[in-house]
């Protein structure tokens, strides 16, 4: 597949929502970059797994962005790298639910591994309205919404990051960011320097 000027993009982060514990099932990988085995839940039908179910491929690029570029398609529910000149990586992510979708370019402002996350007000308040209590804080770890790795998009509060839902990949239920399994997101996270490009259109 060759991407060119008709490559239409866009973005959005996804937020993991909770389990009942009675429904929940755990599974384990081996984590390469952190040389260690992770415990992941997952729920009840058993569909936790590790590995996407959008398959990662490297594609011929032939558009306008150079290296060290990440490109968002949220209709097509993929994210692209360009990683060197004519050369892309393709991967599925999870977009933003309707309400939620944004378009804009910036730039990788940070990375971090195994992020901690603080829910935003708006947030907080949003599903406390559901009847669900989020936590002020919850620290990094294989339950925490935001997965193995993070890289955070300018000031704003998206970020692109891992999931301890792998199977919502492909779908569009985020608050704005752009949700990877944890596999993919250390993927990238390994490839992408901070201040690479990051364009996303709707």
Known sequence: MVLGKRFILACGLALAG?????????????????????TY?????????????????????????????????????RLYY????????????????????????????????????????QMIAREKAKGVNLPAYMPGG?????????LYIGARLYRIHGSNQPWTIGEAVSSGCIRMTNEDVIDLYDRVKVGAKVIVLR
Not at 45 to 74: F, M, Q
Not at 142 to 150: E, I, Q, S
């Open 142 to 150: 294989p339950d925490n919404p935001l997965g193995a790795r993070a």
């Open 82 to 121: 360009v990683f060197e000149k004519g050369k892309a990586i393709r991967y599925g992510v999870g977009v933003g639910r309707e309400g939620f979708q944004w378009a804009g370019r910036d730039r990788i402002s940070r990375k971090a591994e195994w992020p901690g996350w603080t829910p935003p007000p």
């Open 18 to 38: 909770g389990m009942h514990a009675a429904d929940a099932k755990q599974f384990t990988v081996w984590d390469q970059a952190e040389q260690r085995f992770i």
């Open 41 to 77: 839940n997952t729920d009840a039908a058993g569909r936790g797994h590790a590995y996407s179910p959008i398959k990662r491929e490297i594609l011929d690029y032939d558009g306008p962005h150079g290296p060290n570029t990440i490109i968002i398609n949220t209709s097509e529910r």
